[in-house]
């Protein structure tokens, strides 16, 4: 009897032991199981780093490809490529967009749709004021004032937030669909749906994508849960935004507004000139980033727009027949235009539906002028006796005119 109890109690002892082992060593074999979370304190096993090198470039490329897209295509993300931005329909060409290097680049600044004081056709354009940019009649040179507020075109200005939220979208798509997990034969991984967010500061963009990774090791079955990554590029997304909603308000408010002379430490900014039909592709390149070893553009298409003659203060003179008509003759204040777009302008001086004089207007201040050598006859006259004089400003697309009948000496 004495015996079968010294049993009992040596088995008892043995599996009292054996549970206090089991609890002892149980949070090491669940640490074995599950591993923390990438981008915590505590290190990844060793194996586990390549898969989150991996993932880690398959971000960074993701995040590039939008950019550039995102650059390319003035701030847009179509359906197509995996974001939000309804696609354009290839009538839509020469109205919302225009292809430019195999990129639908949307149009920021558009044709005026008028607004106060605002005329949107010519002969009447820009302003309902006949003496823009004077005052008024007496056509003082200090009255001057060019900036009209919506009479030059309008824009279509960048939205920060959807701009934002079509960039994630891409990031998040284009990781789902190009970060192949199946190159690591060690691992049996499983992956759930990314999500991105992105945080612009002054200085850099960061990006943070939530993307969980399972991996079970096929040897040893020790577990490897991943789930937050963040890279970041030394660029300001929102500085851009600001920067290109910047551009395009001064743009369309003042005709004398160079915008390929504007200063910018982040950007350079150029004029593609002519990229359907009068239709201008404005540039902006940022030399802080590279994609591909490529600086990072920004492109927006410009819609062309009629330049503006400045009035005209003809003269009440009468014309003398047999003698030349100089333009002295016809016009008190000289003959000038403005164009939004900086485009070459040529006025004419027009009698009879002949040119009589011209001058070109450069974009860099200078003109060319070819006087007149015009001897008026009874052919310059119509079936009142009078002279039409038409001065005109076009920039081959777009006229803008003034005119006056003359009277006739006998």
Same mark, same amino acid.
Not at 284 to 289: A, E, I, N, T
Not at 318 to 341: E, S
Not at 395 to 407: E, I, L, S
């Given at each position: 009897m004495r015996a079968q109890v010294t049993v009992f109690i040596i088995l008892g002892l043995v599996v009292l032991l054996l549970a206090i082992a089991f609890f002892l060593f149980l949070p090491s074999l669940k640490q074995q199981q599950t591993k923390l979370q990438a981008g915590?304190?505590?290190?990844?096993?060793?194996?586990?780093?390549?898969v989150v090198t991996f993932v880690e470039a398959c971000i960074d490329a993701a995040a590039k490809e939008g950019l550039r897209l995102l650059g390319g295509q003035g701030g847009y993300l179509y359906e197509a490529q995996g974001s939000l931005k309804l696609d354009y329909a290839a009538s839509q060409e020469g109205k919302f967009y225009l292809n430019y290097r195999q990129l639908q680049v949307p149009y920021r600044i558009q044709k005026s749709i008028g607004g106060p004081g605002c005329a949107i056709d010519p002969p009447s354009y820009p302003s309902i004021n006949a003496f823009y940019p004077y005052a008024d009649a007496s056509a003082n040179p200090a009255s001057k004032q060019y900036e009209k507020s919506g009479c030059f075109g309008r824009r279509v200005p960048l939205d920060v937030e959807k701009a934002r939220l079509?960039?994630?979208?891409?990031?998040?798509?284009?990781?789902e669909e190009n970060c192949k997990l199946d190159s690591f034969p060690l691992f049996s991984i499983t992956a759930g749906a990314p999500t991105t967010t992105i945080v612009s500061t002054p200085s850099r963009t960061a990006y943070t994508v939530s993307y969980?990774?399972?991996?079970?090791?096929?040897?040893?079955?020790?577990?490897?849960?991943?789930?937050?990554?963040?890279?970041?590029?030394?660029?300001?997304l929102n500085h851009l935004y600001d920067f290109v909603n910047t551009l395009t308000s001064s743009d369309v408010s003042d005709p004398r507004f160079d915008i390929a002379g504007t200063?910018?430490?982040?950007?350079? /900014?150029?004029?593609?000139?002519? &990229?359907?039909?009068?239709?201008? !592709? #404005?540039?902006?390149?940022?030399?802080? @980033?590279k994609i591909d070893g490529q600086p990072f553009v920004f492109?927006?298409?410009?819609?062309?727009?009629?330049?503006?003659?400045?009035? /005209?203060?003809?003269?009440?003179? &009468?014309?003398?027949?047999?003698? !030349? #008509?100089?333009?002295?003759?016809?016009? @008190?204040?000289?003959?000038?235009?403005?164009?939004?777009?900086?485009?070459?302008?040529?006025?004419?001086?027009?009698?009879?539906?002949?040119v009589i004089a011209y001058s070109a207007l450069f974009p860099n201040g200078t003109r060319e002028d070819v006087p007149s050598t015009h001897i008026l006859s009874d052919l310059d006259l119509d079936a009142s006796g009078q002279a039409a004089v038409v001065v005109a400003a076009t920039?081959?697309?777009?006229?803008?005119?003034?005119?006056?009948?003359?009277?006739v000496q006998p």
């Open positions: 915590q304190a505590q290190a990844l096993p060793k194996e586990v780093e390549p079509q960039l994630e979208e891409f990031i998040s798509s284009h990781l969980p990774i399972e991996l079970v090791n096929k040897n040893t079955q020790a577990r490897a849960q991943l789930s937050n990554y963040t890279i970041t590029h030394p660029f300001s200063d910018d430490p982040g950007f350079g /900014v150029s004029v593609i000139t002519d &990229q359907y039909s009068k239709d201008d !592709v #404005v540039s902006l390149v940022s030399p802080q @980033l492109a927006f298409a410009r819609r062309n727009r009629p330049p503006a003659l400045e009035y /005209v203060d003809f003269t009440s003179s &009468q014309l003398t027949r047999g003698v !030349v #008509v100089n333009v002295g003759d016809l016009v @008190l204040n000289g003959l000038a235009a403005v164009d939004p777009d900086e485009d070459i302008i040529n006025i004419t001086v027009n009698l009879a539906q002949e920039d081959k697309q777009f006229t803008d005119t003034q005119a006056k009948q003359f009277g």
